[in-house]
């Protein structure tokens, strides 16, 4: 999560919503995103998204199973579904996400019927860095009109 915590301040400073993934397999992170569809004019550019296209890069192959994606917020329904199709093993994730988030929150996106995946969750991994994190990228933004 430390890893995924340094994207989304990477994030932050970029002026995005502060969200970062990492994808590892076999313990090595092999792929690393943040959130960046407003500088990259790209709705799907979520940092599960990047750092899973990172991940499939370096392994030369979409299906990614066994990997461990770990990402600072909840995922939303998109998200899920690239999971799904990646075949990810395993979520990690810290702070909920109230009302777009797609494992545990609004729907669970990764539990419904006819996916031919499944994948394991922890969710709560150092959380509330991960809640702070968001919480004062918002407040600023409030703050600054």
């Known amino acids: 999560m ?12 970029a002026g995005e919503v502060p969200i970062g993934a990492v994808v590892a397999i076999d313990g090595a992170i092999v792929g ?31 299906r990614l199973t066994g990997a461990t994606l770990c990402v600072t917020i909840e995922p939303c329904l998109m998200c ?16 909920a996400e109230l009302r777009t988030g797609a494992v545990l929150s609004t729907v669970r996106a990764g539990e419904l019927p006819g996916h031919n995946h499944r994948f394991e969750v ?11 994190l968001m919480q004062e990228f918002f407040k600023e933004r409030r703050a600054d009109g």
């Open 2 to 13: 430390a890893a995924a915590l340094a994207q989304a301040r990477r994030a932050r400073d």
């Open 32 to 62: 690393r995103g943040f959130n960046q569809p407003i500088s990259s004019g790209d709705p799907t550019a979520h940092a599960e998204i990047v750092a899973i296209r990172e991940a499939a890069r370096h392994a030369a192959n979409y």
């Open 80 to 95: 899920v579904g690239a999971l799904v199709h990646a075949r990810i093993g395993t979520l990690v994730f810290g702070a």
């Open 122 to 132: 922890f969710s709560g991994v150092r959380e509330e860095e991960c809640r702070e």
